[in-house]
């Protein structure tokens, strides 16, 4: 090799190696940013922003590299323990004289958990701090989040429309026979509703008569919430006579919600924030309604729950599937890796389960009930905590405890079991398209997608069906003391809400997670009064911070970009769309037997994030569009 030869190999080496250190510099600086603790803590005061624009949860999911480069992100998720622990602590801390929430764009989160952030709230303004919340416009969520409030501040060009739960599913039946598309239904439960939208037109009488309960105790929960927290809102005939309280105000939606005592002022941003400018200060004296605040994000960065007890709690939040999974879906083998984990490593006393799921596969709901029971072989008590749904696959897990907690709003039950599986005969022969061909055995090239089940495979699958329903019935038996034949009455696929769950006997007691974990504390023989929890789930590495810093992005610290009342119900529709695109493919895409409640209200986590369009569902999506 000539000498100008070695020296551009040398050159070329030192200029990847200063490359590489540049890379590993930045990363290292990135790491030591996001690894410090906030400045919250060297003196910041202000008024604690909760500025809301996306869903509390009871456990967001990980943005992947290919969402957050390829613009496909869902909304901001708040995790709800820490948004309580933020607000607990705001409560005791000198620093912060007031709670700001902003709520313009607030996309709510399940009535049990927006009970606990209210609950938490109150906290705050018991130990005499006010708390003030802005909106354009109130809907069911944000009220309620507001009626915690100490002041209720509304733009003048707003409104608060009050809905109370319901409103139409979509029916693909009709769709399906157009386009000659066949659901094959294999279920046990007269309630099961999951399937109804591939095999009707219309909601079944049964699953109306569910639904028509559930939503009822649901819609007096809230009220009664809300009058509790805010004595003064005639919110009861304000929902009955909307268009007549707002014509008795000339018309005005603000003053209507203001005459009614549902808000305390009427008023812009600009008004509201010199309002808490003079409870927390001005920030900036050439801005008007400037005033000085602490990032509710930094705020809980630097003060976090506290994870390191003896009180294990195990989260079953999302889906339940199997295999592994990242957070915000309820991987089986990636729980039951965690919970070995800390029963090998940690010097547990107690277990929590705590589950916010619709249920979805019932082999993996009975892989993560097996390794909690695996931990109650050991000696460990365990408590479950229901959050806002723990039904079907989620009830099945939940029988693993020793005590079930739940609140009265929380859906629950479903207890059945369905398979679906989707065949095109039909669209074959509209097309022209013929499809034949030989067997060895009778399963043979079967499920046959093209020419349709054989009456063998479908008589396999209902016996499969049938047979896991039974092994359901005998797990909640067994764990509730009943036998399989009243199990069965308050079965079949029927959803209740925690009130009426805890008469029949599903439930035990009302209390949320701070209750489970004492009740835990104290079936160990711990103090309830001093015992900790931790959390036995994974911790985000530099990765996933990275990720979710990025996700975030760069937020304009002064501007919240909200819609009057009526954007908020115009975005009904296009969800409601969205949300049943996602449930077909959850559901056809899914394991061949499934203990899964879509029915249920709150089991929406297929919209957490943008949808798959593969598959059944691309087809479809095509087919509509």
């Known amino acids: 090799m000539t000498f100008a030869g070695k020296m551009w190999k040398l050159l070329v080496g ?26 919250v803590g060297s003196g910041q005061k202000g008024a604690l922003l909760l500025r809301l624009d996306g869903p509390v949860v009871e456990q ?11 613009g496909s992100r869902g909304p901001h998720e708040y995790r709800l323990r820490d948004m309580i622990q933020a607000l607990r602590t705001a409560a005791k801390d000198k620093r912060v004289p007031a709670v700001a929430l902003d709520l313009d764009i607030f996309a709510g989160g399940g009535q049990t958990a927006l009970s606990q952030v209210g609950a938490a709230l109150d906290e705050v303004r018991k130990a005499g701090k006010p708390v003030l919340a802005y909106a354009t416009a109130y809907d069911d969520d944000s ?15 707003g409104g608060v429309i009050v809905t109370g739960p319901g409103g139409s599913e979509l029916f693909f039946k009709g769709l399906m026979d157009k386009i000659g598309v066949t659901a094959n239904v294999y279920r046990v439960g007269t309630y099961k509703a999951a399937v109804e939208p591939f095999i009707r037109n219309d909601m079944s009488p049964e699953a109306k ?14 009220q009664q919430e809300v009058k509790r927290a805010r004595p003064k809102a005639d919110i009861a005939a304000y929902v009955a006579d909307p268009n007549g309280r707002i014509a008795a105000a000339g018309g005005d939606m603000a003053q209507a919600a203001l005459k009614a005592g549902l808000v305390d002022h009427v008023g812009d941003r600009t008004a509201f924030g010199k309002r808490v400018a003079q409870i927390a200060g001005t920030r900036d004296e050439d801005v008007p309604g400037s005033f000085r605040k602490i990032d509710y994000e ?7 729950v506290d994870d390191d007890g003896q009180i294990g709690i195990v989260t079953v939040a999302g889906d339940i599937v199997d295999g592994d999974a990242g957070p915000g879906t309820a991987g089986a083998e990636t729980i039951v890796r965690a919970l070995n984990r800390a029963l090998r490593d940690r010097d547990l006393k107690a277990l929590v389960l705590r589950v916010d799921s619709p249920g979805g596969s019932a082999l993996a709901s009975e892989r993560i009930r097996q390794a909690v029971l695996a931990a109650k072989a050991k000696g460990l008590p365990v408590v479950v905590s229901m959050g806002n749904l723990a039904a079907s696959g989620g009830y099945w897990v939940s029988t693993a405890g020793d005590k079930i907690y739940a609140e009265p709003s929380t859906i629950t ?8 599986l989707p065949s095109f005969q039909g669209t074959l022969a509209k097309l022209g398209i013929g499809a034949d061909g030989v067997k060895t055995t009778p399963l043979s090239g079967e499920p046959d997608l093209m020419r349709g089940p054989s009456p063998e495979v479908g008589k396999l699958l209902q016996t499969g069906v049938d047979s896991i329903y039974r092994r359901f019935l005998a797990v909640v038996g067994a764990s509730r003391h009943m036998r399989p034949e009243q199990v069965d009455k308050i079965g079949q696929g029927h959803i209740w809400d925690g009130g009426t769950a805890r008469q029949l006997g599903l439930v035990d007691a009302f209390g949320g997670l701070d209750d489970a974990v004492r009740e835990a504390a104290r079936l160990a023989k711990l103090d309830p009064g001093k015992a900790k929890a931790v959390w036995l789930e994974k911790k985000p590495d530099f990765g996933d911070r990275l990720l979710a810093s990025l996700a975030r992005g760069n937020k304009d610290d002064d501007e919240q970009a909200g819609g009057d009342a009526f954007a908020r ?13 996602a449930e077909a493919d959850r559901l056809l895409s899914g394991p061949a037997i499934q203990a899964r409640c879509l029915e249920c209200p709150g089991s929406d986590s297929a919209v957490r994030q943008p949808p798959r369009t ?12």
């Open 14 to 39: 030192v200029k990847d190696a200063l490359v590489l250190i540049a890379m590993l510099l930045f990363f290292v600086g990135l790491w030591a940013a996001m690894s410090a603790r906030p400045t």
């Open 298 to 304: 930094s705020w809980a960065a630097a003060n976090p």
């Open 143 to 157: 009220y309620q989040l507001a009626s915690h409030a100490s002041e209720v501040w509304l733009n003048p060009l």
């Open 614 to 625: 593969s598959g059944f569902t691309l087809w479809l999506m095509k087919l509509v569009g």
């Open 209 to 222: 008569q569910a639904l028509q309960g559930v939503y009822g105790s649901m819609w007096e929960s809230w």
């Open 60 to 70: 967001p999911s990980q943005p992947t590299a290919s969402q957050v480069f390829g």
């Open 569 to 581: 119900i115009a975005g009904k529709p296009r969800l409601l769309l969205v949300r049943a695109m």
């Open 413 to 420: 039950g479903s207890i059945g079991v369905f398979a679906i």
